[in-house]
């Protein structure tokens, strides 16, 4: 029998080498490289099964494929339907990861009894909390079903056991970190265990048609803890988002072999579980001061949805000799650039001048349309002029000054037109593809001097 090999493997990106290194030479990390006894894999001259389904794999035509009719399963939470895609899609494996206490848990909880209650097996794997726990919570949140079940365990040969003898349709895994694979000579959470754990979740999804969520840690940087092939095995990645001092809520899909990435569901949290917010737009605005100078909104697409969202600038002359320039929820660098271009284009000395940016309501935006409200929005703050509280802007800016043409117009002048927006900005260029519609007043701009001189006039 063959010696086991050692290896030194990295907990932050799964870098392997053969002997001990202070600092990662992939990543750049320090102090990660810890000591991994790799499996050694015996030779079989047997056919081989394929490691999904454990049948025997041959090769097919694909007119000769029959595509067994799988209907997604469709939960009581339409914000979850949306971000997956139109619903559950049987036999996969879903990925979510999001900061300590932001409501993850409580997601997973309430859909598997929402699941349960539809006459589902629920299997809910927990390996950080004990099941008294669990149904502290689940009773606070109104969760209980005669098919609902809790099992706290971390021995994943155990978990297959019971799924054998359960045999449910969902398997909640809270959380992946916490599991541990038998043959993997590491610590739990490590590398080598969250590979091994992933790939049996992978075997029992697609082998007996289970849909399993499971949970994620997050690093202080935002990235889900564990090695990048985490994410590549599952289906879907799935982004819990939002303030632990806020109500609100973001899932945001960013990862979905079944739709389409970018999809935003927003939910608020309160004592009983998580609420849907049917119309996120007005959550965004309904705390916006009607001549606040600094402000403008902007309508921007997160995968099939329209949300209007206010970006708010704050202009101050700087005391330091350097100025500072700070975002929330929106690219530093595209912020600076912008700055730049108004600088140059439109004759704001903002070089003495410190900015600080945020899109209201903790949403992140980071798509080329909100280019021509930041840029209103500072100029509005630098002016000390404020914009028409029913005005709104979409645009992508160049860095000759030109607003340049955006995707899927009609949609986000028709989400603004229903808010009661009465006039928007969009790209001259885009006025060519369609005929605007006559409950709002749309304006076709060409540069950002000319918009300037129509929001603030």
Same mark, same amino acid.
């Given at each position: ?44 001259? @047997?056919? &081989? ?13 694909? @007119? ?94 155990? %978990? ?12 909640? %895994? ?33 082998? /007996?048609? %289970? ?57 608020? #949290? ?12 007005? #959550? ?5 001061? /009607? ?47 912008? #700055? ?5 284009? @439109? ?25 021509? &409200?930041?840029?209103?929005? %500072? ?31 009609? /949609? ?46």
């Amino acid at each position: 029998m063959s010696k086991p090999k050692t290896s030194y493997v990295c907990q932050n990106c799964g870098y392997h080498s053969p002997r001990f290194l202070g600092r990662c030479p992939n990543c750049g990390e320090w102090n990660t490289l810890q000591e991994e006894v790799e499996a050694v894999s015996v030779a079989k001259t @047997a056919q &081989a099964t394929t490691t999904l389904t454990g049948i025997v794999a041959r090769p097919q035509k694909i @007119a000769e494929i029959d595509m067994e009719k799988t209907p997604r399963e469709q939960t009581q939470l339409k914000e979850l339907n949306r971000v997956l895609g139109g619903g559950i899609v049987p036999g996969s494996l879903i990925l979510i990861g999001g900061d300590p206490g932001i409501g993850k848990s409580t997601l997973l909880l309430q859909v598997s009894g929402q699941l349960s209650l539809a006459q589902h097996p629920v299997l809910y794997v927990s390996g950080e909390e004990s099941a008294s726990q669990i149904k502290m919570r689940a009773e606070r949140i109104g969760v209980s079903s005669e098919h609902f079940y809790i099992y706290p365990e971390t021995n994943l040969d155990r %978990i297959r056991a019971t799924i054998d003898t359960l045999k449910p349709e969902y398997l909640i %895994i809270d959380s992946v970190q916490t599991m541990q694979a038998t043959g993997v000579e590491s610590a739990i959470g490590s590398v080598a265990q969250i590979r091994a754990v992933t790939a049996q979740l992978m075997q029992i999804a697609k082998g /007996q048609n %289970i849909t399993v969520f499971v949970v994620g840690h997050v690093t202080k940087g935002g990235a889900i803890a564990g090695p990048k092939i985490l994410e590549h095995m599952v289906d879907t990645v799935l982004y819990f988002e939002g303030d632990t001092h806020h109500t609100y809520r973001i899932l945001r899909s960013v990862k979905n072999r079944f739709g389409s990435t970018n999809e935003l569901g927003i939910f608020e #949290m309160h004592g009983d579980g998580l609420n849907e917010v049917a119309n996120p737009s007005e #959550m965004f605005l309904q705390e916006r001061l /009607q001549d606040a100078t600094g402000s403008a909104v902007v309508v921007s697409l997160e995968g099939n949805r329209p949300i209007l969202v206010e970006i708010q600038a704050l202009i101050t002359p700087t005391v330091f000799g350097t100025a500072q320039r700070t975002a929330s929820g929106l690219d530093r660098n595209r912020v600076s650039l912008i #700055m730049a271009v108004l600088e140059k284009r @439109a004759n704001l000395l903002l070089q003495n001048q410190d900015a600080y940016l945020q899109a209201a309501g903790g949403v992140r935006l980071n798509e080329p349309a909100i280019d021509l &409200a930041i840029a209103v929005s %500072i100029a509005s703050s630098y002016r000390d002029k404020g914009t028409r509280a029913t005005d709104a802007f979409i645009g992508e800016l160049g860095l000759t000054g030109e607003v340049r043409r955006v995707n899927r117009i009609e /949609q986000r002048v028709a989400e603004a037109a229903k808010l009661g927006f009465k006039r928007i900005f969009i790209p001259k260029n885009n006025l060519k593809e369609w005929t605007p519609p006559t409950n709002i007043e749309v304006i076709g701009v060409a540069t950002i001097g000319e918009t300037l001189k129509l929001a603030l006039s």
